[in-house]
């Protein structure tokens, strides 16, 4: 009796005992807080890689398109450099008005080609014009887009008054155009 | 329990360090893009920067190329201001080449002038000849003044026209006179109708003509080589007229007539033929008598005969009178 009683005993206090582990251990599955922040960090980290790497991507890409566009703006300024060509036909310095008419012809394979300025030099001396010369056709009316298409011909009037050039001498005019190539020619005053 | 959960992390993996993978992976993959994007827009710039630069090249090329030949300038003034240029133009080159404008410069006065010649369509193809003629007003010119002219072409090269004038023409043409005779260019004219010429203008280059009253005509390629450059104006009373040693004092004449291009000679009057300095121009005679047209002819009794040929030339010389006569030729009369 006292032994089955004991027994008995026994078993009850295994079984609460049992229940009791159950129970902290489900409950401790519920409660568990350590595996979701886990989860959540690195659901967090991943995202915010993924949205850092698109940040940077198109940060990239915007940058490299500016870089491509100035690039190719740089390219097609120094494209249409390379095809101008200016021929001067004839340049005569008109003695009484000291002024140096040049006459040019577009003979290159680019059109809208602007005089940005004219140097009158000789191998001492110098002269520039202040501001761009206009452009005239040969029968003297002024050229309305002020530059000169493929095959076009015109002229410009450099005015050198007061300064006379000295008679007999050979001078030189350096043309300079809106994109920067330089033409020269010679001259007798 | 420890050995189970590590053996758990291992094989499942461990959240730790996947963002820095996959952040590598983007980063890698955006560094992969942008610079394969920038490379291939690079090489496509510079590809278009290379074909510019074979294209100024090739024009630079071409320009050098170009070779157009501009020879026997004249410079003739028919009146004050007006200056009438001629030149013969080459292209010796192997392209073809557009020339845009003509420059006459005046040297004495210091003036000049331009003509665009695009409008006429002035191209030259490879091997072409092509005789440049043009009129250009330069105020105050006069025929004593020094000229020279040029060309431009459309891809920008200036050709000087050179004027061919030898010391040897000129010595010629002070002892003979004014006018030269091409001497190669003699011929003789047969007739289609009572008043055209058969075969005009190249006639039959020969020194042996029909006689026996079969009417004839000759044809002289005249040239204006006066030293001052002055126009000679040929009056009605200008011929050919023959001399035949074997029957001596016999004379035959063909005066000079107007001929229009298909041959048909001019019956009512005669219009004063004008030759410009350095033009050469085919000058007809053909008619018996100065004052109407009548087909001349060498008479039965004068052939076969040998006969001198003299060109007599009459008229004036810029403001003055003229008169010469060129002896050169002979021909042989020879029955038809």
Known sequence: ?189 | MKRISLRRKTRFGSSKGVSTVIATVFLVLTVLVLSTNMFLWTLTQNALYNQAVKERNQQDVDRLIENIIATNATYWVPSTGTVNVTADLANAGSISAQIVTLWVLDATQRKYNVTDLRASNFNLNPGDHRLLSRAVQIPGATSSNMFSAWIVTARGNKVNLATVQTVIVSDVTQGIGSMALNFFAFRYFTYATSTKLANYPSGTTSFNVPGQGKPIAFGALLTNLDPQKSTITLNKYSNIWLIFPGAPGQIVQFFIVNVASDGTITTRGYTPISIAYKATTLIVFASASSSSFSQSSVPPSLTPNPGAVNLMLLGTIGTRDYGQNIPFVSVYVYKP
Not at chain 1, 81 to 103: G, P
Not at chain 1, 141 to 156: A, F, M, P, R, T
């Open chain 1, 1 to 189: 009796m006292r032994v089955e009683g004991s027994a008995a005993i026994f078993g009850k206090r295994y079984r609460g005992a049992l229940n009791k582990m159950r129970i902290r251990k489900i409950s401790k599955m519920i409660f568990n807080k350590k595996a979701v922040s886990l989860v959540a960090s690195a659901v967090i980290l991943t995202g915010v890689a993924i949205s850092l790497g698109f940040v940077v991507l198109f940060w990239g890409q915007s940058m490299s398109s500016d870089y491509a566009r100035n690039y190719g703006q740089i390219t097609d300024a120094e494209i249409a450099k390379l095809k101008e060509k200016l021929t001067a036909e004839y340049v005569f310095y008109n003695r009484t008005l000291q002024s140096v008419r040049i006459f040019l012809l577009n003979s290159g394979a680019v059109n809208d080609t602007e005089i940005q300025g004219v140097f009158v030099r000789n191998s001492t001396w110098s002269w520039v014009t202040s501001s761009p010369p206009s452009l005239k056709s040969f029968s003297g009316s002024l050229i309305s887009d002020q530059d000169l298409d493929i095959g076009e011909e015109g002229y410009v009037d450099v005015v050198l008054s007061p300064i006379a050039l000295t008679a007999d001498r050979l001078y030189f005019v350096r043309i300079v155009t809106g994109r920067g190539s330089i033409f020269e020619a010679d001259f007798i005053a």
